[in-house]
């Protein structure tokens, strides 16, 4: 019986120590593969239970964040991660909006055919939402509003237009036809102009704002007169 008690003991301790073993190589290949893409210094403990790896630390912005989670996932080994990233809140909600509005303005392939908005939820969850007619538009600004100090978590429901001739076509035409007009060739020129051109499958949205009803009106006509236009919706042109 003693024997018996033994060989158990042994074979629970060679047990343990192999679990322990596995957990160290899978902590090591977590740590080597955040290092290899210089997310090393954001992630301040890597633990690995099982297939679980746990991160914790206080990376930069919730860009870092979400970029150490899907790269921990990427490991071989790895089934789940335990979020415990703590991501810094920004000074104030104003300094918070004013920067998340200046990385969508400021985004270098915003054109008049795209038009993306925020919303900031409780527990600084951060929802854009929008259109754009572009894949990589809606992942780039996805990237550039996780780097803003305060973002705690980020939903992107942006959707993303189709992508046809005939739409390509009407939004150009739409453009010439509004921008044209005397009523808004002041603006024509400007990066941003106030009314916005969202065209999906021959149906258009106007968003954005003009300085007037008439203003409203006009362009509501003149997009409704368009030919290859099939709708329109222009609730969202606030004057």
Excluded: C, W
């Amino acid at each position: 019986m003693k024997t018996l008690a033994i060989s158990l003991m042994t074979l629970a301790f060679f047990t343990v120590s192999a679990a322990q073993d596995r957990n160290q190589a899978l902590e090591d290949a977590v740590r080597a593969k955040l290092k290899s893409e210089k997310l090393d210094k954001q992630v301040a403990e890597v633990v690995a239970t099982g297939a679980t790896v746990t991160l914790r630390g206080k990376p930069s912005n919730v860009y870092m964040k979400m970029k150490a989670i899907e790269l921990t996932l990427t490991v071989e080994g790895v089934e789940t991660v335990e979020d415990e990233l703590e991501v810094a809140e920004a000074e104030s909600q104003e300094d918070m909006v004013k920067q998340l509005r200046n990385k969508v303005l400021t985004y270098p392939h915003f054109t008049v055919f795209d038009d993306v908005g925020f919303l900031i939820q409780d527990g600084g969850l951060v929802v854009l939402n929008g259109y754009v007619t572009d894949p990589f538009k809606k992942d780039e600004l996805e990237e550039r509003v996780a780097k803003v100090t305060g973002v705690q978590q980020l939903d992107n429901v942006i959707e993303v237009l189709p992508v046809g001739a005939s739409d390509d076509r009407l939004r150009r035409t739409l453009f010439n036809n509004i921008y044209r007009n005397e009523l808004f060739i002041q603006y024509a020129n400007r990066a941003q102009p106030p009314i916005r051109i969202i065209v999906k499958n021959s149906s258009v949205m106007l968003t954005g704002a003009v300085g007037s009803r008439i203003e409203k009106v006009q362009a509501e006509n003149i997009a409704r007169s368009t030919f290859g236009v099939t709708k329109i919706n222009s609730s969202a042109l606030l004057d």
